[in-house]
């Protein structure tokens, strides 16, 4: 079974930087599509980053130049570095594995405070 353990939120001043950490457990990490999804109160879960098996990476539009997504494969773990954190990047964030089926972290808040 897979899991998804997700570490690393909190409150942070805007300008200021989390890194948020992603452990995966039951399966064999590097086979996953790994990606971390974000919702706000009010709004609609949105992809922020992903990353393939490959280490090809996307972002929506909001964070590019901001956030950074890697993997270490040798860890099971998929990182989400967040710079020049704003208060709209508010949200609880979500961690995503995806190969066959989509499997979930529970999340964990992530509070910008202005």
């Known amino acids: 079974q897979v899991q998804l353990v997700e570490s690393g939120g909190g409150l942070v001043q805007a300008g200021g930087s989390l890194r948020l950490s992603c452990a995966l457990s039951?399966?064999?990490?590097?086979?996953?599509?790994m990606a971390w999804y974000r919702q706000a109160p009010g709004k609609q879960r949105e992809l922020v980053a992903a990353?393939?098996?490959?280490?090809?990476?996307n972002y929506v539009d909001s964070v590019k130049g901001r956030f950074t997504i890697s993997r270490d494969n040798a860890k099971n773990t998929v990182y989400l570095q967040m710079d020049s954190l704003k208060p709209e990047d508010t949200a609880i964030y979500h961690c995503?594995?995806?190969?066959?089926?989509?499997?979930w972290g529970q999340g964990i808040q992530v509070t910008v405070s202005s």
């Open positions: 995503n594995a995806k190969r066959r089926n989509d499997y």
């Open positions: 990353i393939t098996t490959g280490g090809v990476t």
């Open positions: 039951g399966s064999i990490f590097s086979i996953y599509d």
